[in-house]
């Protein structure tokens, strides 16, 4: 992981949707984005969790997915969260969520979400009134 002076920031643990589609479509060969949206670990997990919590204003989702903390329980439903947005297969959403798809077929869907929960934020800001 980056550290230091000017590295880049944690990105498994950054929540700014705008710096982690920037690290994701322009550094894809980095560590810090390797780590973050492919390989398999629980700080992935919940980087995903996030991402798809903020796709849903109701809370409804957070609710859903942030009521366990048992890891196996949590990729259980966020694939059935996925399922859902039936953009994929079942098969395809299970390899992704496990982090064990090729970095190629996980990236697609990555800015897929992550654009998704942009304009759904963009969307809720808009909604608020102005003071």
């Known amino acids: 992981m980056a550290t230091g002076p000017g590295a880049a920031p944690d990105l498994v ?3 700014n949707l705008a710096v982690l589609l920037e690290a994701l ?3 894809d060969n980095d560590d810090d984005v390797q780590y973050a949206f492919y390989w398999p670990s629980c700080e992935r997990l ?3 969790r ?3 919590v903020s796709i849903d204003p109701s809370g409804a989702t957070e609710r859903y997915l942030f009521s366990t903390e048992d890891v196996v329980e949590v990729r259980e439903r966020v ?3 996925l399922t859902q947005i039936k953009h994929f297969s079942a098969e395809h959403y299970a390899e992704f ?3 064990l798809a090729l970095p190629a077929v996980q990236k697609p ?3 897929h979400l992550m ?3 942009e304009w759904a934020q963009n969307e809720l800001l808009q909604q608020q009134p102005e003071r």
Do not use: M
């Open 115 to 117: 654009k998704t929960a």
């Open 109 to 111: 869907l990555w800015i």
């Open 50 to 52: 996030w991402v798809l």
């Open 46 to 48: 919940d980087l995903l």
């Open 79 to 81: 694939l059935r969260v």
């Open 13 to 15: 643990r950054c929540r």
């Open 97 to 99: 969520v496990y982090g």
């Open 25 to 27: 479509e322009s550094r």
